[in-house]
């Protein structure tokens, strides 16, 4: 089918490491969903039978931050969820990319008031923005495109090993 | 890493849990308790919601929960703009049957200003309210599914959602947050295309609601799981406030529909399902009986459905058509008169409620006569729901109180308003 | 004999000594009264035969900001057995702001009344446990109130830090 019906026996090709690095990350983009008001829905609806996500390699909707590569997320972010959204970041290990979906995430949205934070990029740094209130399934597929292309510009090195962000415990005596 | 000390924790809500009463004795209990933070990222919490348990082993002996993660301040929003700018919002209070939150908050400001909408919008209200209906509870049984264990079930609940989302989409021109209603009416008349899919659909829904119960109606880890889980008795519910699916699922035959009437309900011919034993299998076959109902008022809708128009024509109350404000004077001023300064219903208040999916949601305004809402407080019926957990989950174990959850069926769009 | 005539007379018949205030608004009965007395009246209302009025929709408080009693705290109660609801009023002003707490007649009224805390500052005695419901702990402000501006005080509610 792909590459491994044009090789004959005891053939070989060359590539960079980079090329390979970045070509696996993007082909399974597993997203961690931060669901947390209407975007939510469509996220889910994006996952059933007719709009599949699973066809672009997020086959799993991990809810655990350790094991995921992609933070989407969807729904309005008051002052009171952000401490939490933040610390789900912190959790996440390197490399991860974030989509913030719907207009709630990217600018407040149509809630301009006290309790809602007029847009996360104020305190986590966003990859792809996405417009819609909410935006259809079809509209969040091509958001993971768009990080499926900016992924494969990365390079290996652009990840390099950074100390662990402080988190706090709680000391029980 | 830092280290936080115990006294600059917030202690309130700690001393809340502690204070609860527990008339739980377990038999070895362990030296000490545990407190377990069910926190408001969770996979099975449908929403941000935050559970803090205290338990022994693995059985819960106290509960409380903590809501505000979502609280987006709709009721200061509310008052600072007109009843028209309202009508998106509302869409976005329980986020599962938006329609039915328009129709109810166009029904109580209408109340208020003293207009009625014509039969033809009526009957279009009704039907996609019932639509909205079926909707709501397809994803309240596929999650409550899925939470138990059995994932195909909220796939195939999908599937069907997804051809209710296409029937709206044509009709409103949005497939999920879509401000159909008006104030006087609806934005636009049904298309015959429109009404020709309802139908194909209603023909269709039953046989697929049927495969998807023969998954789960029989399945004893289901049923096993759910039955004997989380009972409260009628009275205790309708102490605690129980309305809608919740309150039928414990014995109390209470429908707003039937009880307080409102638009063309009494012409319709429906019964109520209503289950006794009040465990969370019995609150699941209430939700998967009305929707059975729902299909059947559906067809009678369809059958009944006057001709006529589907907007009042009340040119100080109700935005005139865009074809006359472009061509006629009056029409010009009286649309910008109601656009920037709202409706102006008359001094005084009025409390409006109906029968949504989740039970029944009010709206309590009070104006003084200007374009904007005095007050405007929503009663939510998933804030109310909630508030029956402590009761409900006290001597189960942890896994029950995903079950239970999921049975409640809360929504946090709305119970943080 | 329809539902004003029925619950203006048991009302005035059991209380002669309040004072009460009926209105019948676009076909909803409100009654207004003093604050002294709720407690007593809603125990009535739902231990009555014919009134039964068991199932508390919903607590809340309108804040008028001009007047000499600033606040309104208005109780809407649903009759299952005559099928319609009433509204009871009771003013509340700002130098003494509490009045009794229901929660003993409704148990669903332990929640509204927090959420009436939270927003209007409202203290309810005899609440089994009044903290704050949707605002943070440590919130130090009532948002309903009409002083409170609609975009919020800044640096009321903390921020995480953006790391880069």
Redesign the interface.
């Known amino acids: 089918m792909g590459l491994e019906a044009k090789l004959k026996e005891e053939s070989f090709f060359t590539s960079t490491i980079d090329a390979l690095v970045a070509w696996a990350r993007k082909s399974a983009v597993w997203p961690m969903p931060m669901g947390i008001s209407c975007c939510a829905i469509e996220m889910m609806a994006s996952g059933d039978p007719k709009y599949d996500i699973a066809r672009f390699g997020s086959e799993v909707m991990r809810f655990t931050p350790r094991q995921s590569d992609c933070m989407i997320v969807a729904g309005t972010v008051t002052y009171k969820m952000s401490h939490v959204v933040k610390k789900i970041y912190d959790q996440m290990p390197d490399p991860k990319w974030v989509i913030a979906m719907g207009a709630c995430t990217s600018s407040g949205g149509m809630y301009r008031s006290y309790p809602v934070v007029q847009g996360i990029d104020q305190f986590l740094p966003v990859d792809v923005y996405l417009a819609g209130c909410p935006p259809r399934p079809d509209n969040l597929l091509n958001a993971l495109m768009q990080i499926q292309e900016k992924i494969g510009r990365t390079k290996a090195r652009d990840f390099q090993d950074r100390p662990l962000p402080e988190l706090t415990v709680i000391q029980n005596n | 890493m830092d280290k936080i000390k115990r006294e600059e924790v917030p202690t309130k809500i700690l001393q809340s849990l502690i204070n609860q009463e527990t008339d739980i004795s377990v038999d070895d209990t362990l030296e000490n308790e545990m407190i377990l933070n069910m926190g408001p990222q969770h996979p099975a919490t449908h929403g941000v919601l935050r559970l803090l348990l205290r338990l022994d082993g693995e059985t819960v002996i106290a509960c409380v929960p903590e809501l505000g993660y979502l609280h987006r301040g709709y009721e200061k929003m509310a008052e600072n703009m007109t009843y028209y700018e309202f009508i998106p919002h509302t869409d976005r209070l329980d986020y599962l049957s938006p329609l039915a939150n328009n129709v109810a908050w166009v029904l109580a400001v209408e109340k208020l200003a003293g207009i009625e909408a014509p039969p033809r919008a009526q009957y279009i209200r009704m039907m996609v309210s019932e639509m909205a209906r079926i909707a709501s509870h397809l994803v309240a049984i596929g999650a409550l599914a899925m939470d138990v264990g059995a994932l195909t079930v909220f796939l195939w609940t999908l599937r069907e959602r997804e051809k209710i989302l296409d029937i709206w989409d044509i009709l409103c021109g949005a497939r999920f947050t879509n401000s159909y209603t008006r104030i006087g009416g609806v934005a636009n008349d049904a298309q015959p295309e429109v009404l020709a899919k309802v139908k194909w659909f209603i023909e269709q829904y039953e046989e697929n609601l049927d495969e998807c119960e023969r998954l789960i109606n029989t399945n004893r880890i289901f049923v096993e799981r759910m039955d004997g889980v989380g009972v409260i008795s009628g009275e205790d519910a309708i102490q605690i406030g129980f309305t809608g699916p919740n309150l039928r699922g414990s014995g109390v035959e209470f429908d707003l529909r039937r009880a307080t009437p409102y638009m063309f309900y009494n012409d319709m011919d429906f019964k109520i399902p209503v289950y006794k034993e009040g465990d969370c299998l019995a609150r699941y076959f209430v939700r998967a009986d009305e929707t059975r109902e729902s299909v059947k008022i559906i067809r009678q809708i369809l059958d009944k459905m006057p001709q006529g128009e589907t907007i009042l024509n009340n040119p100080k109350r109700v935005l005139p058509k865009k074809t006359e404000i472009y061509s006629k004077m009056e029409e010009l001023i009286h649309d910008f008169m109601i656009v920037n300064f709202g409706i102006n219903p008359p001094v005084g208040e009025a409390y409006t409620a109906v029968e949504n999916p989740k039970g029944e949601l009010g709206f309590y305004l009070v104006s003084q006569g200007e374009g904007h809402p005095w007050k405007c407080k929503i009663r939510s019926p998933s804030m109310v729901n909630l508030q029956a957990l402590p009761q409900l989950v006290k001597g189960h174990m942890i896994s029950d109180v995903v079950a239970i959850i999921g049975s409640l069926d809360p929504v946090m769009g709305e119970a943080d308003k | 004999m329809d539902l004003k005539e029925l619950v203006t007379n048991k009302l005035m018949e059991k209380f002669p000594e309040v004072v009460f205030d009926f209105s019948d ?2 076909d ?1 009965l ?1 009654v207004t009264l003093n604050k002294k007395f709720i407690v007593e009246v809603s125990s009535f209302i739902r231990d009555d035969q014919d009134l039964q009025f ?5 607590v ?1 408080a ?2 008028w900001a001009r007047r000499k009693n600033r606040f309104t705290v ?1 109780y ?1 109660i649903m009759s ?1 057995k005559l ?3 009433i ?1 009871l009023k009771a003013d509340v002003d700002e130098s003494d702001c509490s009045i009794d707490s229901v929660s003993s007649i ?3 009224a ?2 509204h009344e927090r ?1 009436t805390y939270d ?1 209007y500052g409202i203290n309810f005695n005899n609440h089994p ?1 009044l ?8 919130f130090e402000y009532f ?2 109130r009409k002083e ?6 800044p640096g009321s ?8």
């Open positions: 608004y676009r909803q409100a068991k199932l508390c929709e919903d809340t309108i804040d208005v809407h299952l099928n319609s609801r509204r409704w148990k669903t332990d929640w959420e927003m446990d903290r704050r419901m949707y605002m943070p702990e440590e948002p309903l409170f501006p609609l975009m919020g005080i509610l903390p921020l995480p830090k953006k790391d880069n």
